[in-house]
């Protein structure tokens, strides 16, 4: 791929990697946001994840994963807290345990072989990261709180790194990026479902008018 074309990309993954977060977060934090169908263990992992992936840029001598994986950290503390508002202290044990679930993984493969097998660690628990919201999604019969925007963003975004991590040669990347492709997908068709549901109850519960039979 042309450096320029790859500069790009990386640059429109940083945009789509922090905007992504966005809708979601405003709809948490708005006057009347809702937090239905919004996993908190999601919300947990990715404010681990993106501490890590900093940590990996920086030893890995790939400065465009900075921005976005910093700017993603911020705002998935800002959408704890967009939480914790809504849910209360239920909220917090379970962005808790999202840290601690998979943000732990990678510190055994550091310690065991560096930052090249903590880095391959990292992808697949970039993974797994979407895998709690696309579990909260499938599950929830109320999928209101979830912002298609975000998803779709998180769509481009991951399939850019997986692009950008094939040029790059590295293996950290393209796990991490193809994993969160396939969670983004499932996320965006359980949406897409709800909202076909919600237009047939509608079309059911539509009144019959006055003289039909």
């Known amino acids: ?22 809708p979601q977060a405003t709809r948490l934090l708005g006057r009347n946001g809702s937090a239905n169908g919004v996993s908190g263990t999601w919300i947990g992992i990715g404010i681990s994840l993106n501490s890590w992936w900093v940590a990996y840029a920086l030893r890995s001598d790939l400065p465009g994963l900075l921005p976005v994986s910093l700017g993603a950290a911020a705002l998935y503390l800002v959408m704890a807290v967009g939480l914790h508002r809504h849910n209360g202290t239920s909220a917090i044990r379970s962005v808790a345990a999202g840290v601690l679930l998979l943000g732990s993984a990678p510190v055994p493969f550091l310690l065991a072989d560096g930052w090249s097998a903590a880095g391959l660690a ?92």
């Open 1 to 22: 791929m042309h450096p320029l074309i790859l500069s790009a990309l990386v640059v429109m993954a940083n945009v789509l990697g922090v905007g992504m977060i966005v």
């Open 122 to 213: 990292i992808g697949a628990c970039y993974c797994l990261q979407f895998a709690p919201a696309a579990a909260a999604a499938v599950r929830s019969s109320d999928v209101s709180g979830i912002s298609p925007t975000t998803w779709v963003m998180a769509l481009v975004e991951a399939a850019i790194w997986w692009g950008y991590g094939l040029s790059a040669d590295d293996r950290a990347l393209v796990v991490g990026g193809a994993g969160a492709s396939v969670c983004s997908l499932i996320i965006l068709a359980r949406l897409l479902g709800g909202t076909r549901r919600r237009r047939w109850m509608v079309g059911r519960a539509a009144p019959v008018p006055a003289g039909t039979v």
